[in-house]
């Protein structure tokens, strides 16, 4: 009925009184402007993180670099800042996440078992910690016990079937070498990731590096840190979200 619509005057001021809603809304609802984010990346909290995370980088590369018969090639670093997917934040409370992720390669002329022998000794990580464990193998999984049962079984089962691939594991790190039952380790490659700020510690020549270790000592082994630990540690530094912006 016409007597019900509202006058011109009423939806004008109606108009006017929910404005500050719609902008309050708004405000929520945006995202913070990118560089005010990333600002936060470079901070001296996060500088002192970063170079946390690298000294565990480097730590890892020496240890193994130091074992007898083991020759370090060449090293590439990343250090990324990504938005976390809900694998890594469920909460979504997370505007960015900045991780260092570095793969190192070396060289070895000693067969694969003695390799592993020592490797163990040098204690360069927690071979096997931290990871769920079936309590029907053996030796922990990613340890350098059941890598050397790998070996010595000719990579099968008591029943004949194939065993995994050998590799070591631990927290965020992972080992693995040229194994003559499958593809040998690929030569690396410079690498894209879908992210605003990208330090990549680019070797023109580390391709060729590699070939040529392989050539001369005849194994390639590549060291692996992630930098990340799932949700309760997705990388050494993160950006939290405002309270406005949880939930929406």
């Known amino acids: 009925m016409a007597g019900d619509r509202p006058s011109a005057t009423e939806f004008i001021l109606g108009t006017l009184l929910s404005v500050p809603g719609r902008i309050a809304d708004a405000t929520i609802r945006r995202p913070p402007p990118y560089r005010r984010v990333l600002a936060r990346t470079r901070t001296p ?10 000294a565990v980088v ?10 007898d018969g083991l020759i370090h090639v060449v090293t590439q670093v990343d250090d990324r800042r990504i938005t976390p997917g809900p694998g890594l934040d469920p909460g979504r409370r997370l505007e960015l996440v900045c991780r260092l992720a570095a793969t190192a390669y070396f060289a070895t002329a000693l067969d694969v078992p003695e390799l592993l022998r020592r ?16 309590p029907r193998l053996p030796h922990p999984r990613g340890s350098v016990a059941e890598a050397l049962a790998y070996y010595r079984s000719n990579g ?15 927290l965020g790190t992972t080992l693995i070498w040229d194994d003559p ?26 391709a060729a590096r590699v070939a040529d270790a392989r050539a001369e000592h005849g194994l390639i082994l590549r060291l692996e840190h992630s930098g990340a630990g799932g949700p309760q540690r997705p990388g050494y530094f993160t950006v939290p979200r405002s309270r406005r912006r949880r939930g929406h």
């Open 156 to 170: 099968r089962h008591p029943d004949g079937s194939p065993r995994d691939s050998p590799r070591l594991y631990a």
């Open 181 to 206: 039952a499958g593809l040998p380790i690929p030569e690396p490659t410079p690498t894209m990731f879908n992210s605003a700020i990208t330090q990549y510690a680019d070797d023109p020549d580390a």
């Open 119 to 134: 490797i163990g000794a040098a204690e360069v990580a927690d071979w096997g910690g931290g990871l769920y464990q079936d």
């Open 58 to 67: 480097d730590g890892l590369a020496a240890r193994l670099g130091a074992v």
């Open 45 to 54: 909290e996060a500088e002192a993180a970063r170079a946390a995370e690298r």
